[in-house]
């Protein structure tokens, strides 16, 4: 089945994701064309929660209709939750063991170069011209020093795209349209889909609110269910709406809600610490699936240590279902809710080139978690001061972190110089931090 391969090689978060979908069903199976590629994913970035997945739920039921959604994106998230299962029980069990301390620094430091990458093969398809280049260092510089709210970012990059288009300036006019194809892949015309509207993908009112309604039943039915049985204060009522609240607010994808996510785990909740959430990164980094998913590490963590009553494996088992089925339930509702009208207005330039803007912009924000990661992966401590309402984050030069820094230059000289792939990047920082435990002892 195609889209159980799909999963299981989808590795090395969401740049690497798409581009095992565009290399099968665009340049190998030829099922659609790359401008009809790129407007679904321009459609998903803009959209809360993980847009790799999101993208094969569009596509999924692009081709094969709503089951080919259903099952495209129930595929994409589950060999990952497996894997990320087992390797939580793991480190539940033995997360202070050495060996594993040093296997997780190892996929710490390579968790760096793999962002950086992601930040590279998105803004190659992305930053176009100056002006999207711009619209990226604009979005970086107000995240990073003034702590923009993510949405606010993007509504903002929207409607400038939106803007530019209909100015009829020529630095918005990209994506959209239908094109030969000649120099940009396959065409639409030439896929197997073909480049008109099929009839399941038309706006139907009446299957979107059956749809809709269902997957809202589906989705906050357990959410009211545990409020109401075990209130507020209980650790499954605090998942249940907390992943819920991030379903509908977090936008741009895993990367750009980590740093959320992050906040409010570790800060509020106390369901983890900082070390541990980079931990989960990488994890999520070495399984196939969603890099989302290290939400499911989360939850798995915050009830393992607040088993209330429950074994703590048990309760811990539960939690990490939950998470996963009120993180992604969502992704099917947004996709299911809004392609048929997306997809109609395929050929709107304004549109488009607010969807391309969109996507400029999140590469800025990804730029941001890159330098956030190599921070506290380089060192010890990190500061945070304000200046003229700027914030800045100011490293500690005596906690330098030497190992880490070399482990992690090696692994961009991998990636970006020498070519290597991102899981044997991954495997490799991983051996090299268990044999670094080992000379320690």
Not at 184 to 208: F, I, K, V
Not at 334 to 361: K, M, Q
Request: hydrophobic share 55%; proline share 3%.
């Amino acid at each position: 089945m195609v889209w159980l391969r799909i999963a299981m090689l989808s590795f090395g978060g969401p740049a690497g994701q798409i581009a095992v979908m565009h290399r099968i069903l665009v340049e190998e199976k030829k099922w659609i064309g790359e401008r009809r590629f790129l407007h679904a994913l321009n459609y998903c970035m803009m959209l809360p929660g993980p847009e790799a997945q999101q993208l094969a739920i569009y596509l999924g039921w692009l081709m094969h209709r709503t089951k080919g959604g259903v099952v495209a994106g129930t595929l994409f998230v589950l060999p990952g939750f497996i894997a990320i299962l087992a390797l939580s029980y793991l480190y539940a069990a033995l997360g202070n063991v050495g060996l594993v301390e040093g296997l997780f620094f190892g996929l710490k430091a390579a968790v760096l170069a793999v962002v950086l990458n992601a930040v590279a093969r998105i803004g190659k398809r992305a930053l176009q011209n100056r002006t999207m280049l711009g619209l990226a260092a604009i979005a970086f510089a107000a995240i990073f020093f003034f702590d923009v709210a993510f949405p606010i970012i993007i509504l903002g990059a929207a409607l400038l795209g939106y803007w530019g288009s209909k100015s009829g300036m020529a630095a918005f006019q990209v994506g959209g349209g239908h094109g030969d194809g000649n120099d940009q892949g396959l065409s639409d015309r030439d896929s197997l889909l073909g480049e008109g509207l099929p009839a399941h993908a038309r706006p139907n009112s009446s299957w979107s609110l059956r749809m809709s309604a269902t997957l809202l039943l589906l989705w906050l039915t357990p959410v009211v269910v545990l409020f109401v049985m075990l209130g507020s204060e209980n650790v499954f009522s605090q998942i249940a709406i907390f992943f819920s609240k991030m379903a509908v607010v977090t936008f741009g994808g895993a990367y750009a809600v980590l740093g959320y996510v992050t906040q409010e785990a570790v800060q509020n909740y106390g369901w983890l610490a900082p070390g541990e959430m980079l931990d989960g990164l990488g994890m999520a980094e070495t399984t196939p699936g969603p890099l989302i998913q290290v939400v499911q590490f989360v939850g798995f963590m915050g009830a393992y240590r607040d088993a209330t009553g429950l074994d703590p494996m048990l309760a811990a088992t539960l939690a990490a279902v939950l998470t996963t089925w009120v993180t992604f339930v969502p992704c099917f509702l947004w996709i299911f809710l809004g392609a048929p009208y997306v997809e109609r207005l395929r050929d709107n330039r304004a549109l488009s080139a607010a969807l391309s803007a969109i996507t400029a912009a999140v590469v800025g924000v990804i730029l941001n978690l890159a330098i956030w990661f190599g921070l506290h992966v380089i060192f010890a401590e990190v500061e945070e001061r304000h200046l003229m309402g700027a914030r800045l984050l100011i490293p500690n030069l005596a906690s330098l972190d030497l190992f880490a820094l070399l482990l992690a230059a090696g692994a961009m000289v991998a990636i970006f110089y020498f070519k290597v792939s991102m899981l044997k990047v991954l495997f490799g920082c991983a051996l090299l931090g268990v044999l670094a435990s080992l000379v320690s002892f």
